[in-house]
């Protein structure tokens, strides 16, 4: 019977917090976009407009649900769910503390990965579930999109994963800091195991991995149709993209799996390349800061943190820079991401086999 509650509390769990962190972010990215843009955002609904997205949802889940009568009804359906589903499973195996996560598997990264890209099965059907020409044109802009960018997201992840030897995430974190079971060292030369903090971080053990985790910021930001790589849900051609002809609970779906795909990109490059749980603070000496900031609670909070902080710049960049064409979208993939991450997937193999042995 524990084992059951389990089972089910834990989905409860990762359910629960995709909605909070979608209220938050969905408000945090209208503030955003309000001072970027020099004004106020949401005022009204609350104190400093705390209660607007609370309103949205409420509206939306009250909305009629309405299908097109010439839309495949099956497809249309069930669409919006493995959209959510796909993305919502990825929590399953990323790990918030030390030891502490929902699944701890030996192939976690490549779960990730293989289950993510299930969403763009969900965003095609969508599109051609519609039948509408707009919905279908941003369903194929959409899944050509994610298919070039899992590329570069792959061989920047394949980079770390020849320094870490391993595609379990949490021993991936585990090997950031003063928690390792190895010998780590910063730059390939200073043994900084009893130190730790940001200087076991994976991107300081082997710099070139700074290269590896640009790359891949850059990319699954194209995974998650953020701007400037938003072309799939270009309002000015495109209407709402795959999900025109959606709305009420359908559309709060493709919505929660959007920004819950936000949160998980940047937890995996935190895991990756941000050392995880690990804390940023050093042990300098006697006063041994990354023990004290080490632990369950301090590990939460760190990934949290980190995570947040990754998500504040992703919306950052979405009211700063411009919308690609779709050419230049598909120039910076195939003749810059790729070769870049091709560089780094190199240069992790001789740092392997010269500084690492």
């Not at 700074?210 to 209407?239: G, H, K, M, Q």
Request: proline share 4%; charged share 10%.
């Amino acid at each position: 019977m524990d084992s059951l509650f389990i089972y089910i509390l834990v989905p409860v769990a990762i359910f629960l917090f995709i909605a909070l962190f979608t209220l938050f972010a969905v408000y945090a990215e209208r503030k955003i976009a309000g001072f970027v843009q020099d004004r106020l955002g949401p005022m009204e609904t609350g104190k400093f407009g705390l209660l607007q997205t609370f309103a949205d949802i409420l509206k939306l889940l009250q909305k009629e649900l309405i299908t097109p009568a010439a839309a495949d009804k099956v497809l249309f359906a069930i669409a919006p769910v493995i959209i959510f589903v796909a993305v919502f499973i990825g929590f399953s195996v990323v790990p918030w503390a030390p030891d502490f996560m929902p699944a701890n598997v030996h192939t976690g990264l490549f779960f990730i990965m293989a289950v993510v890209s299930i969403d763009a099965i969900g965003i095609l059907m969508a599109g051609w579930g519609s039948n509408n020409k707009y919905s279908l044109l941003g369903s194929i802009r959409a899944i050509s999109q994610m298919i070039s960018y899992e590329l570069p997201v792959g061989l920047s992840l394949i980079a770390a994963v020849m320094i870490t030897q391993t595609l379990n995430l949490n021993e991936i974190a585990l090997s950031q800091g003063i928690l390792a079971s190895h010998d780590i060292y910063f730059l390939g030369f200073w043994k900084v195991n009893d130190i730790g903090g940001i200087l076991s971080w994976h991107i300081f053990q082997a710099p070139h991995l700074i290269v590896s985790y640009v790359v891949f910021f850059i990319a699954t930001l194209a995974e998650c149709n953020r701007a400037p790589f938003d072309i799939p849900e270009a309002e000015s051609e495109l209407i709402g993209g795959f999900h025109t002809e959606y709305g009420g609970i359908r559309f709060a779906f493709i919505f929660l799996a959007e920004y819950a795909m936000m949160f998980l990109v940047a937890m995996l490059g935190v895991v990756i390349f941000l050392g995880g749980w690990n804390t940023p603070l050093p042990n300098i000496g006697t006063i041994r800061l990354a023990d004290w900031t080490t632990g369950l609670y301090w590990g939460i909070f760190w990934t949290l943190i980190k995570s947040l902080t990754i998500v504040a710049v992703q919306i950052w960049i979405r009211w700063t820079l411009p919308r690609f064409r779709a050419d230049q979208l598909m120039t910076l993939c195939w003749k810059i991401l790729i070769p870049v991450a091709f560089a780094c997937m190199a240069i992790s193999g001789i740092w392997r086999i010269m500084v690492m042995l």
